[in-house]
């Protein structure tokens, strides 16, 4: 079984809390999305990020001065974004951090498929970006069906807890023989279940921590998570898409 989640667009360097293990196993095509980034103009790039000018200055300094093999940080300590923090990952336990070193793996539009321990360094580029390359008009096209093949070379089970955006890069690809188990976090209102973006993030944290804190090996097992906002809905859910609808009573335990 292996878990899927997205990266989040803060980053934070920090190489001395905890050695990372190995490179990415994409890094030469990662040097191929370097090259092509440090091409660009300032006005290009900003195009691209679709971010303000204070945050578009930081990630072309960022791309000026990157080393992608040197002075690194291990990938489940780089991202900063609200899943992570309620993840939480600074106080994981030895055994903790073995169980997502083997489960875990983060889709990324710079890097492609990481493990936790792969040493990485801040950049910008997501998934969806319309960064054009010999492979076609986008990121997606960039990668094509190489992550899922080397997700599907690891598992026949798959836990997805990451956004459309970044999940598609291997639902698009799932053999009939691969089980694909989406994590759908939200409120039930007229009948529908509505999610709420940052209320999944959180979720979404929290289910990895569960998961590690129980050694979670199956997904049936998921069904008995209860976290401070959502619960498992039985009713909404199937065997391949487990619905959690938040309830109020939760958030003041």
Not at 13 to 40: G, N, Y
Not at 42 to 66: H, I
Not at 217 to 243: C, I, M, N
């Amino acid at each position: 079984m292996r878990i899927i989640i997205s990266p989040a667009k803060k980053m934070k360097d920090d190489p001395d809390s905890l050695d990372w293990k190995a490179l990415p196993a994409f890094l030469d095509r990662t040097e191929e999305l370097k090259t092509r980034l440090q091409s660009m103009s300032f006005g290009e790039l900003k195009r691209l990020w679709k971010c303000n000018d204070q945050l578009a200055e930081l990630n072309v300094q960022r791309l000026q001065t990157m080393d992608l093999r040197r002075h690194l940080t291990p990938a489940i300590l780089s991202y900063e974004g609200i899943q992570y923090q309620y993840m939480a990952p600074g106080v994981f336990t030895t055994w903790e951090f073995a169980y997502i070193q083997e489960h875990l793996r983060i889709l990324s539009g710079f890097y492609g498929l990481l493990r936790p321990f792969d040493g990485v360094t801040p950049y910008r580029l997501e998934m969806q970006a319309r960064l054009a390359t010999e492979y076609g008009k986008d990121v997606y096209a960039f990668w094509g069906d190489s992550l899922a093949k080397a997700l599907f070379a690891e598992t026949d089970c798959i836990i997805n807890l990451a956004s459309k955006e970044y999940s598609v890069c291997i639902s698009r690809y799932l053999p009939e023989s691969m089980r694909f188990v989406s994590c759908i976090f939200g409120e039930e209102k007229e009948g529908k279940v509505v999610e709420k973006a940052t209320m999944c993030k959180m979720a979404r944290g929290e289910m990895v921590r569960y998961m590690a804190e129980h050694g979670v090996t199956r997904p049936e097992e998921l069904q008995d998570f209860v976290g401070r906002q959502f619960r498992f809905a039985p009713e909404h859910s199937d065997k391949d898409r487990y619905v959690f609808l938040r309830d109020p009573r939760l958030s003041k335990r």
